[in-house]
């Protein structure tokens, strides 16, 4: 087992700043192909092979394509003899949502997501996340004899969950990528002893890397409710079981759950109704309705309380207006949390490889299932800023507008190789 020490922080070495100067134009190239070219969780086929190829080309020792329930995946491995492996994941799918960027390289891919045609287009950055680890992946190999440790590159798909079955709808299992990998085995495949990751974000300044020394993103459990009213005339509704009222009710109740039922001293809990479909036309009321939500939190315990409560305050709220409802939950990712020394000592090392790191108090509202990699080893999830100085407001991650400063992905790039440089000290 190794063991980190303060004073054994690795030196940038000497190449490091021409390597990184040298390989940003191709760092973008990559971008942007991907960006032109984005396919859907546990679809990307193209962007597989794409990876594979460079990689190939890079010299690095081993390529695996799909891995266990994750067929899409990539997984590379650099000097895989040294033993003490550390893992570098970059999620690799896009998004069901038109690009208006204006961009040169803009998307105008379709797809299909649930059996349903839509557009396709990078809105959450991962192009910039494949485009930064094969960079690093390249220069590694190519000072390969330098690198101290085993390093696997985790190419992983579906990171935004499975295009290809309505997860409340399908009979199979369909996992996210990370899931999928974890659940395959990948950490006890490869001796995988410590993993990393970045992900772009907006509103943060270009180059800065933000990293948490403990909750880094929430929790996500996605809901459906479905309410089983009875269907009358709107003059009169004493003859039936109003499912919109119902439905409003429910809304109000599970909000009430958070405010009456969290210990908010231990963490937050956040339940969000996205979608309710009732009703046919103005005269009729509706007997059926139904919902889709969402439920975050940023404490295991507070998450399992709220999924204990959610069915019994849905049904419940029905019950008491002679309705019936059901509870469906979708596979969701539990809270990522970054191993605090890990993240401080990273952050350290980070500057030393001339990186802007800076500790933050808290994490970020949304959810990721980088979350399955740091249940099993220590693990760190950091986040890089895209916005060049003087941009107020730059649109979010997930806006039909995103358009991040594609220079941030040198210090991607950087962080990728100063996390595997560290010497490997064995505990004696």
């Not at 709220?317 to 890990?342: C, F, H, M, Q």
Request: charge should be negative; proline fraction near 4%; hydrophobic fraction near 45%.
């Amino acid at each position: 087992m190794s063991e980190i020490h303060q004073d054994a922080l690795p030196t940038a070495p000497e190449w490091l700043e021409a390597a990184v100067a040298d390989e940003l134009a191709n760092t973008i190239a990559l971008r942007r192909h991907f960006h032109a070219n984005p396919e859907l969780g546990n679809q990307e086929t193209k962007t597989r092979d794409y990876i594979a190829a460079e990689l190939r080309k890079y010299g690095v020792d081993e390529v695996v394509t799909g891995f266990g329930e994750a067929h899409t995946a990539v997984i590379g491995v650099l000097n895989p003899g040294k033993g003490h492996a550390v893992g570098l994941r970059a999620d690799i799918d896009a998004l069901p949502v038109k690009e208006n960027t204006g961009l040169a390289f803009a998307s105008c891919a379709r797809g299909t997501m649930w059996g349903r045609e839509t557009d396709v287009s990078h809105m959450c950055g991962h192009d910039m996340h494949i485009a930064m680890l094969l960079s690093a992946a390249r220069i590694l190999a190519a000072h390969k004899d330098d690198v101290p440790r085993t390093v696997v590159f985790v190419f992983q798909p579906a990171e935004e969950g499975d295009s290809i079955e309505n997860p409340f709808e399908r009979e199979t299992r369909k996992l996210s990528g990370g899931r999928a990998l974890v659940e395959g085995g990948l950490i006890e495949q490869y001796g995988i002893e410590q993993m990393f990751g970045i992900h772009v974000m907006a509103r943060v300044p270009t180059g800065t890397m933000q990293i948490v020394p403990g909750t880094a993103l929430n929790s996500i459990d996605t809901f459906e409710i479905e309410i089983e009213g009875v269907q009358a005339h709107g003059a009169m509704p004493w003859t039936g079981v109003d499912a919109t009222l119902v439905a409003a009710e429910t809304v109000i109740a599970l909000q009430q759950l958070v405010a009456r039922n969290i210990d908010l001293t231990r963490g937050m809990g956040v339940i969000t109704i996205g979608k309710l479909v009732a009703g046919e036309t103005a005269n009729v009321m509706a007997g059926r309705a139904s919902m889709l939500g969402t439920m975050r939190t940023n404490n295991m315990a507070i998450r399992e309380r709220m999924l204990e409560r959610l069915p019994q305050v849905v049904e419940g709220t029905a019950l008491a207006s002679g309705a019936k409802a059901s509870v469906r939950i979708a596979d969701s990712y539990p809270v990522t949390v970054n191993n605090a020394e890990l993240a401080r000592e990273s952050i350290q090392v980070l500057r030393r490889f001339g990186v802007d790191a800076v500790e933050i108090e808290k994490g970020v509202g949304a959810s990721e299932d980088f979350s399955y990699y740091a249940q099993k080893v220590p693990s760190v999830y950091m986040f890089l800023g895209t916005d060049p100085e003087g941009v107020v407001n730059a649109p979010n991650n997930h806006s039909d507008m995103f358009n991040p400063d594609e220079s941030a992905m040198a210090a991607g790039v950087r962080a990728h190789i100063a996390s595997v440089m560290r010497p490997v000290v064995t505990k004696a």
